[in-house]
DNA sequence: CCGTATCCGCACGGATACTG
DNA sequence: CAGTATCCGTGCGGATACGG
C-alpha cells in the first residue's frame, strides 16, 4: 500500500498514515525504514519548524508498482468470488 | 510458491513439499488448507492403499499464477540491487 | 510533526510424536 | 503416504508514553 501511495509521487509522513488508514505510527515507520533499507524508499528531512519528512519512490521503486498493481487488480476482480468460497467451506465445516 | 508449482499441473502432497524445499509438513498442510478455503485450490483424495491426494488450481486459482509470475520476475530481476542496497544500508548504520 | 522507547499479549510456526 | 495433535519459544505488532 505504501508503494502505491507513493507511486503518484513523494507523501508525508502523516499524509501517508491517513491514506493508508488503520496502520500504527509503530508500523508505518517499520515498515518505511524496511523499504528504505531495500532502496525502494527514499527518506528526506527538512529541517523546519514544523519538521518535515518527505518519502518517495527510488527508480527501482517505481519499477515494483507495475507488479503490484497488477496483484492488486486480481484482488479487486477477486475478493467477492474469494469471499463467497470461504463462507461455503465455513458453512461446510460447521455440519460435522 | 503453492501456486507456482501447481500452475504446470496437479501434485501430490509430497512432491510439493520437495519441490518447494524447507517447508515442515505442518506448514504446508496449513497453507494448503487456506487456499482450499479461498477456493484457489482443490483437494482430491483417492481411497487406495498407500493414500493418494492430489491438489490442483482452480480456475480462479489459474488467474492468480500470472500475477505472481510478474511479482516473481520482478523479484528475480532485482534481488542482487536490493541486496546491494540493503549491505549499504547496514554498514552506514554502523558508523554511529 | 515525526518520530523513538518500552512493555506486553498472543499467535505463528518449528519440533516431535502419533495414526489410518 | 498424508496427515493430526500437542507443546513451546520467539518475534510481531498494538498501546502508551516521551522527545526534538
Known sequence: MIIGALS????RFNALRRLIGGVSQRMLTL????LER??????????TIPPRVDYALTPIGQTLTEPLRVLSDWAMAYQSAIETAQ???DSAQENL
Open 31 to 34: 515498515t518505511l525504514r524496511g
Open 8 to 11: 503518484r509521487g513523494p507523501m
Open 87 to 89: 463462507d461455503a467451506y
Open 38 to 47: 531495500d532502496g525502494l524508499v527514499t527518506r528526506t528531512v527538512y529541517p
